[in-house]
C-alpha cells in the first residue's frame, strides 16, 4: 500500500518549516584556491595559506576577474546540541557551472558534468543530504566544495548558505548515494541484479541537475542496505519524499507500491489526482518478513519522467516506525489546521 499526503494545508506547513529550518549558516569568508587537486578534499590538508573569499559571491567581483576554469572552497563547522539527531543538508545555493561537494573526505553531493563531458548545472539550487556517519560529532567537519566554471561569472554565487533540517528525520536514513541507470529491465528489480557498472546519483535531487539533462523516460534507482538490529519486527514505513512523475518501488524484487501509472510505453501518463512532485510525500508500507534480518536487502525504484525535472527530487528519504511515522503526520495535520 502507498499512503500519499497532499494536502494543500499541510504542504503550506511544510513550506513554512523549511524556510525556518536553517540550523547553522555558514555565509562569510571560506577558504579559496584556483587550479585542480583532489588532495584538497582531505580534512587534514593545510589550507591556511589560501586565498579568503566572501561566500555566496562570484569570485571574479574578489580579485579573479576573468578567470574561468577549476577552483575550490574549504571551510569548517562543529556539530551544535540543535543537530543531533536531526536529518540534516548541506545547502550552498546556486553556483556556475558545475560542483562536488565533500564532507570530511567524503562525496556527499554533485551537479553538472565536469570537463570534458561538461553539462552546466548553474540554475540549480545546491541541496545535499548530510549522512550522519560522514559526520565528526565530537571535532572539526570540513566541507570542500570543487568547482568548474565555464564563462561569465564563476563560483559560488548566491542563496541561502548553510546546513539545514527536514521536517521529519528516518529512523534509518538512506539518502546520499544511489546507483543509477537510465532505461527499463524487469530484471533490474531484483536482489541478484549484477548493478556493479551503474552510475552514482545524489537522493533526493533530479537526475537533470546530475548530468541528464532533459532526460525523459525510463530510469532505475538501486540501493543495498541491511537494516539496523533495533529496527529488527518493527513496523516500518519507506519514505521516498517527492518523486517526478511515478513510480513502481521494490523490496528484494516484491513490489510494495507504486505512485501511478504509464499507459501503451508512449509517454502517456496516468497518476493520481493532485499528483505532482511540489505537494505529495509518498511513503510506503513494507511487508512483514520482507526484509533479511542482518544481510543485504535491495531497494529498487523504477522512475517514469515525462517532464519537469525527474526522479526522487526531495527528501527525507528512509526507513520511520509506523509508531512514529502516524504520530508525526497527526502532529502535522493539527498544526496546519
Known amino acids: 500500500?502507498?499512503?500519499?499526503?497532499?494536502?494543500?494545508?499541510?504542504?503550506?506547513?511544510?513550506?513554512?518549516?523549511?524556510?525556518?529550518?536553517?540550523?547553522?549558516?555558514?555565509?562569510?569568508?571560506?577558504?579559496?584556491?584556483?587550479?585542480?587537486?583532489?588532495?584538497?578534499?582531505?580534512?587534514?590538508?593545510?589550507?591556511?595559506?589560501?586565498?579568503?573569499?566572501?561566500?555566496?559571491?562570484?569570485?571574479?567581483?574578489?580579485?579573479?576577474?576573468?578567470?574561468?576554469?577549476?577552483?575550490?572552497?574549504?571551510?569548517?563547522?562543529?556539530?551544535?546540541?540543535?543537530?543531533?539527531?536531526?536529518?540534516?543538508?548541506?545547502?550552498?545555493?546556486?553556483?556556475?557551472?558545475?560542483?562536488?561537494?565533500y564532507l570530511n573526505g567524503k562525496l556527499i553531493g554533485f551537479s553538472g558534468t565536469f570537463p570534458p563531458q561538461f553539462a552546466t548545472a548553474y540554475e540549480a539550487r545546491r541541496k545535499y543530504p548530510i549522512p550522519e556517519e560522514y559526520l565528526n560529532v565530537q571535532g572539526k567537519n570540513v566541507i570542500a566544495v570543487r568547482v568548474y566554471n565555464h564563462q561569465l561569472a564563476g563560483g559560488i554565487l548566491s542563496g541561502d548558505i548553510g546546513i539545514s533540517s527536514s521536517s521529519v528525520k528516518p529512523d534509518f536514513s538512506i539518502s546520499g548515494l544511489w546507483l543509477f541507470k537510465t532505461g527499463d529491465s524487469k530484471f533490474w528489480k531484483e536482489l541478484d541484479c549484477k548493478d556493479k557498472a551503474w552510475k552514482k546519483i545524489v537522493v533526493p535531487g533530479n537526475w537533470e541537475n546530475q548530468g541528464y539533462i532533459d532526460y525523459d523516460g525510463y530510469a532505475w534507482y538501486r540501493r543495498h542496505f541491511v537494516l539496523p538490529d533495533d529496527l529488527l519486527g518493527q513496523k516500518l514505513m519507506l519514505v521516498l519524499g517527492k518523486i517526478n512523475n511515478v513510480a513502481d518501488v521494490y523490496i528484494n524484487g516484491i513490489l510494495i507500491g507504486s505512485t501511478g501509472k504509464v499507459h501503451n510505453g508512449n509517454g502517456t501518463v496516468k497518476i493520481d489526482d493532485d499528483n505532482t512532485d511540489n505537494q505529495k510525500c509518498h511513503s510506503f508500507t513494507i511487508p512483514d518478513n520482507l526484509i533479511h534480518p542482518r544481510k543485504e536487502n535491495v531497494i529498487a525504484i523504477k522512475v517514469f519522467n515525462v517532464q519537469h525535472r525527474g526522479g526522487i527530487v526531495d527528501g527525507p528519504v528512509g526507513f520511520v516506525k509506523l509508531s512514529t511515522y502516524t504520530r508525526y503526520f497527526k502532529e502535522m495535520v493539527n498544526a496546519a489546521n
Request: aromatic share 18%; charged share 25%.
Open 1 to 101: 500500500m502507498v499512503i500519499v499526503f497532499g494536502f494543500v494545508s499541510v504542504v503550506s506547513s511544510l513550506k513554512a518549516q523549511d524556510e525556518k529550518s536553517f540550523i547553522l549558516r555558514l555565509e562569510g569568508s571560506w577558504k579559496f584556491s584556483i587550479n585542480d587537486s583532489m588532495k584538497w578534499a582531505r580534512p587534514d590538508f593545510d589550507d591556511s595559506h589560501w586565498e579568503s573569499i566572501k561566500v555566496p559571491s562570484a569570485w571574479e567581483d574578489q580579485g579573479f576577474y576573468g578567470y574561468d576554469g577549476y577552483a575550490w572552497y574549504r571551510t569548517s563547522f562543529s556539530v551544535t546540541k540543535e543537530m543531533r539527531n536531526k536529518d540534516l543538508y548541506l545547502n550552498l545555493g546556486y553556483i556556475d557551472d558545475v560542483d562536488q561537494v
